[in-house]
């Protein structure tokens, strides 16, 4: 089963804004990823935050984690049209869950020119 | 020019009849994975392998069969036994040890005629 849950499902927003995404989890995890797909291709991982971490940045991208409520946000700052994908996050339970991550089930992503 | 290939792009498939979707990596990883995404969809895991000969089944393995007989093939086929097969199939690998970062493929669309 999806432990994770993306909000919104889908998101239009102009050049320029902010985009932020929101994921919530229901077990512990040792750490979350959040990954992005272009329409028909496969997921490029965009960033990693570990369980004992609480905010993370790479370029544009902001990443917060509250292990305490189980939720994580993912923040495109001044956004362009080539950021039109769907985001997914995806939580990593460690070893006792066999290595595997889990899904969710994405935001889509519009960002108009 | 190392990666994650996945052939074909698009098959498809007569009632009745096994498909098999091929899965290569030159990335050097232990670990592989074989993804089902349906439209708007999250991923689910159908089956991975963290070692050549051997395999464990994920959330929705029925249907399905893998092998992995060499390190960089994990080739998956689609039984006459799954009854809605049509979804975009994804392959990922990782290397073991470390973070659990995934490398995907560029998918593959299949559809029953």
């Known amino acids: 089963s999806q432990q994770g849950e993306e909000d919104p499902q889908a998101l239009s927003i102009q050049e320029g804004e902010n985009a932020t995404m929101n994921c919530s989890y229901k077990?512990?995890?040792?750490?979350l990823q959040w990954y992005r797909q272009n329409s028909g291709r496969g997921l490029v991982h965009l960033i990693l935050?570990?369980?004992?971490?609480r905010e993370k940045h790479s370029g544009r991208l902001r990443v917060t984690l509250d292990t305490s409520k189980k939720s994580s946000s993912l923040l495109i700052t001044a956004s362009r049209a080539a950021d039109t994908a769907s985001y997914f996050c995806?939580?990593?339970?460690?070893?006792?869950?066999?290595?595997?991550?889990?899904f969710g089930e994405g935001t889509q992503l519009t960002v108009n020119p | 020019d190392g990666g994650i290939t996945q052939s074909p792009k698009y098959l498809f498939r007569k009632e009745g009849q096994n498909v098999t979707l091929s899965c290569e990596q030159n990335?050097?990883?232990?670990?592989m994975y074989w993804y089902r995404q349906d439209p708007g969809q999250g991923l689910r895991l159908i089956y991975y392998?963290?070692?050549?000969?051997?395999?464990q089944k994920g959330d929705i393995a029925e249907g399905y069969s893998v092998s992995r007989e060499k390190k960089e093939s994990f080739p998956l086929t689609v039984t006459s036994a799954q009854k809605n097969p049509t979804a975009f199939y994804l392959c990922?690998?990782?290397?073991?040890?470390?973070?659990?970062?995934?490398?995907f493929g560029a998918g593959t669309r299949l559809s029953v005629l």
């Open positions: 990922a690998s990782r290397s073991i040890g470390g973070w659990n970062i995934q490398y």
């Open positions: 077990t512990s995890i040792n750490n």
């Open positions: 935050i570990r369980s004992n971490e």
């Open positions: 995806a939580t990593d339970a460690g070893e006792t869950s066999g290595s595997r991550l889990t």
């Open positions: 990335l050097n990883h232990d670990a």
């Open positions: 392998s963290q070692i050549v000969n051997d395999f």
